[in-house]
């Protein structure tokens, strides 16, 4: 019998053989070639890095400072964190925490350098005065709150970044996002009750 072409004599494995080449070489997707980029795309991707870079070390400095917490104050930092679970922000913090990888952002690669200004008395009043003002915007009677939360944030000198070098290297796993969020609490906690006692003051 004659051998029927690309059958029996073997083209039929060669075939295969291109045709999964083909097949990986469209799943790898285009080669990245740097020369392929201009000075406008290199300098955007720069831009970019750098912002990721000081996100990174954002995180991980709020991370470090709910860390200690937890590992010197246990029941204070289970408490707190008992607390705010509850809420739907906590919940939707984790999941985004959860689906941008954010543990794999922040613990990939040697550890970034600590930002003590992080959520520093400047910051927490901005923050105070945005969050004041979306109130106001939904909420007539939060409108007369908001000049009294501005007035009280003006004065605020407090410092938490005293000691900062001792603070605990980062617990990949269960803890982290935790402990991002404590961070967030012992920063703007201090600040938060001088506020108030400078709202509660005569004047």
């Not at 080669?31 to 000081?54: C, F, K, Q, Y």
């Not at 919940?91 to 925490?97: A, C, D, N, R």
């Not at 930002?115 to 007369?144: C, E, T, Y």
């Amino acid at each position: 019998m004659t051998p029927t072409p690309g059958r029996d004599n073997g083209d039929d494995g060669d075939d295969a053989v291109r045709g999964d080449a083909h097949a990986d070489s469209h799943m790898a997707g285009p080669t990245v070639r740097e020369d392929a980029l201009g000075d406008a795309d290199h300098a955007v991707l720069a831009r970019i890095d750098e912002g990721n870079t000081w996100l990174r070390a954002v995180l991980c400095t709020l991370a470090r400072r709910g860390t200690l917490l937890r590992q010197e104050e246990p029941e204070r930092a289970a408490t707190l964190i008992a607390a705010l679970s509850r809420w739907p922000w906590f919940k939707g913090g984790q999941f985004l925490f959860d689906l941008m990888e954010w543990e794999d952002f922040m613990v990939d690669g040697p550890p970034p350098p600590l930002v003590a200004s992080v959520l520093g008395s400047g910051s927490v009043r901005r923050i105070a005065s945005a969050l004041a003002g979306a109130r106001a915007l939904l909420d007539d009677a939060a409108a007369r709150a908001f000049d009294d939360a501005q007035r009280a944030y003006e004065q605020l000198t407090v410092d938490i970044a005293a000691g900062e070098e001792q603070l605990p290297a980062l617990q990949p796993g269960l803890y982290l996002y935790r402990d991002v969020v404590l961070g967030v609490v012992v920063s703007v906690g201090p600040i938060v009750a001088e506020a108030d006692r400078s709202a509660g003051a005569p004047s």
